[in-house]
């Protein structure tokens, strides 16, 4: 179930029986021909897909990430890696003040791997929460699936 779809009374019942969410982090970047949010697409994809059948809440992505290597692309925003951090570890910190103690982020973007660094540092201050941290580009069957569309795959390719 996506929040937007619901309101904060559904989410303090859901808290009530269940302590799971999912988080998508994206980027707004070019991929040649493609969309410039196709980080974030693919990350809340996943994100709804998987949740969804077990009727655990996802967050709206995150669609801005770290991505200053693509700057000179109209339309390519990046985040410093400070703010970027900043944003998530108060999105955790939000999260786990209202109940949530199991928590997936689904990455959709290689830049925003800090991320998952700031999660383990964040999770030892916060003995209580889990958090697993899913890096969309290096999941096992989505690289054998990208391997054997193009074998020399690149971004965007």
């Avoid at 383990?120 to 054997?148: C, G, Y």
Wanted: aromatic share 8%; hydrophobic share 45%.
């Amino acid at each position: 179930m996506r929040i937007s779809d619901i309101n904060w009374m559904m989410v303090e019942e859901y808290l009530k029986r269940d302590d799971r969410c999912v988080v998508p982090l994206g980027s707004t970047e070019q991929h040649a021909y493609l969309s410039l949010s196709v980080d974030s697409i693919l990350a809340e994809r996943i994100a709804v897909e998987a949740a969804e059948p077990l009727g655990v809440p996802v967050f709206p992505v995150v669609a801005y990430g770290i991505t200053p290597y693509f700057r000179a692309f109209p339309g390519s925003i990046t985040l410093r890696v400070d703010t970027y951090l900043r944003v998530v570890g108060d999105i955790l910190d939000a999260m786990a003040e209202q109940g949530f103690k199991r928590i997936l982020i689904v990455n959709g973007h290689g830049g925003n791997a800090p991320a998952q660094s700031l999660a383990v540092e964040w999770m030892s201050d916060h003995p209580k929460i889990r958090i697993k941290f899913h890096q969309l580009v290096n999941a096992p069957k989505t690289w054998t699936q990208v391997m054997a569309i193009d074998p020399v795959a690149s971004h965007a390719s």
